[in-house]
């Protein structure tokens, strides 16, 4: 009988040992707990800026990536443009080819100017057709101010250059202008040079 008595004390002290040991953990897991989600709401907002930072250089980027890509198409279509139609292919029709080519992009308002530059049996005199013309309030956008490469040696000794400008505040979303960067104002603008093909 005093054998169980024994028993029974030693394992009284133990369970207030564990007992209280329990206690002591709890209480540091609550503390621990408060200081995670303190730390949390104060680092939220660096991580939701970052994450916005990126996602905004990705859509830049996209932006920047199509327009080079319209330039270059628009380039094309120029250069294989007959000699009499040249002079009215910036008149409406190069910019609502574009404008779709930048739809699929990625870009739903297109460009806001095409800017058509040739020396096309000009006798080296360059020609600017702009759509359109004068360029909108918004759009400050203007062709390089290098003049048309005259190769010579080649068949072809004329070319045509494109340049097309995109608003970015009409075709991406403005996620930094609540920390201060906004890019609605920025213009993308990319020139493509082909020889005139034929």
């Given at each position: 009988m005093l054998k169980f008595i024994q028993d029974l004390t030693r394992n009284r002290k133990w369970d207030l040992?564990?007992?209280i040991n329990r206690q002591q953990v709890k209480e540091t897991i609550a503390t621990r707990a408060g200081v995670?989600?303190?730390e949390l709401i104060l680092t939220m907002p660096a991580f939701l800026m970052i994450m916005l930072a990126v996602?905004?250089?990705s859509l830049i980027y996209v932006a920047i990536e199509q327009t080079a890509y319209a330039s270059r198409y628009a380039a094309k279509i120029a250069s294989e443009t007959t000699e009499a139609n040249i002079d009215t292919l910036n008149t409406g029709?190069?910019?609502s080819t574009i404008d779709n080519v930048l739809r699929v992009g990625g870009l739903p308002q297109g460009s806001c100017r095409v800017i058509l530059e040739?020396?096309?049996?000009?006798?080296?005199?360059e020609q600017t057709i702009a759509d359109p013309d004068p360029a909108a309030a918004n759009c400050n956008c203007n062709p390089?101010?290098?003049?048309?490469p005259s190769v010579t040696g080649a068949n072809a000794t004329d070319s045509v250059r494109?340049?097309?400008?995109?608003?970015?505040?009409d075709n991406i979303p403005d996620f930094l202008s609540t920390f201060g960067f906004s890019v609605a104002d920025f213009i993308v603008e990319e020139s493509?040079?082909?020889l005139y093909e034929l």
């Amino acid at each position: 009988m005093l054998k169980f008595i024994q028993d029974l004390t030693r394992n009284r002290k133990w369970d207030l040992t564990v007992q209280i040991n329990r206690q002591q953990v709890k209480e540091t897991i609550a503390t621990r707990a408060g200081v995670v989600v303190l730390e949390l709401i104060l680092t939220m907002p660096a991580f939701l800026m970052i994450m916005l930072a990126v996602v905004q250089i990705s859509l830049i980027y996209v932006a920047i990536e199509q327009t080079a890509y319209a330039s270059r198409y628009a380039a094309k279509i120029a250069s294989e443009t007959t000699e009499a139609n040249i002079d009215t292919l910036n008149t409406g029709s190069l910019k609502s080819t574009i404008d779709n080519v930048l739809r699929v992009g990625g870009l739903p308002q297109g460009s806001c100017r095409v800017i058509l530059e040739h020396n096309v049996y000009t006798g080296g005199v360059e020609q600017t057709i702009a759509d359109p013309d004068p360029a909108a309030a918004n759009c400050n956008c203007n062709p390089p101010a290098t003049t048309l490469p005259s190769v010579t040696g080649a068949n072809a000794t004329d070319s045509v250059r494109t340049t097309v400008c995109v608003r970015l505040g009409d075709n991406i979303p403005d996620f930094l202008s609540t920390f201060g960067f906004s890019v609605a104002d920025f213009i993308v603008e990319e020139s493509t040079t082909y020889l005139y093909e034929l």
